[in-house]
């Protein structure tokens, strides 16, 4: 969501959160309020492959913290299930190893059991 400040200082319209001093015309991405996250995670319900499928991108993304390119590029092989952590090819070949939650690893064991 992004905010246009009318004001230098100013608290987040959804969570109140400090926003800190900003130009007046810079527009600001509010981070979502853990409510907000643990019902945007909770939304693909299903047992169909699309909701797996969704369910497990959602949880990785949130896990990881990795880009939407990064994980449309991601191998299998790339993901050790045992250590927990994901190998992630960033932004000019860079890598870098990021360790993959529990509800994530889950939600991916599951969709690739489909």
Not at 18 to 25: P, R, S
Request: charged share 25%; net charge positive.
């Amino acid at each position: 969501m992004v905010l246009k400040l009318p004001k230098k200082y100013s608290r987040c319209e959804i969570c109140n959160a400090d926003l800190g001093n900003v130009q007046m015309d810079t527009p600001l991405y509010c981070t979502a309020c853990i409510e907000e996250m643990e019902k945007l995670l909770s939304l693909p319900t299903g047992t169909k492959f699309h909701h797996l499928r969704m369910k497990a991108a959602l949880e990785v993304l949130y896990s990881t913290g990795m880009r939407v390119s990064e994980l449309t590029q991601l191998r299998l092989d790339q993901v050790n299930f045992t250590a927990g952590w994901i190998r992630i090819m960033g932004k000019g070949g860079k890598e870098r190893l990021v360790p993959l939650g529990a509800r994530a690893k889950k939600a991916l064991l599951f969709y690739l059991k489909v």
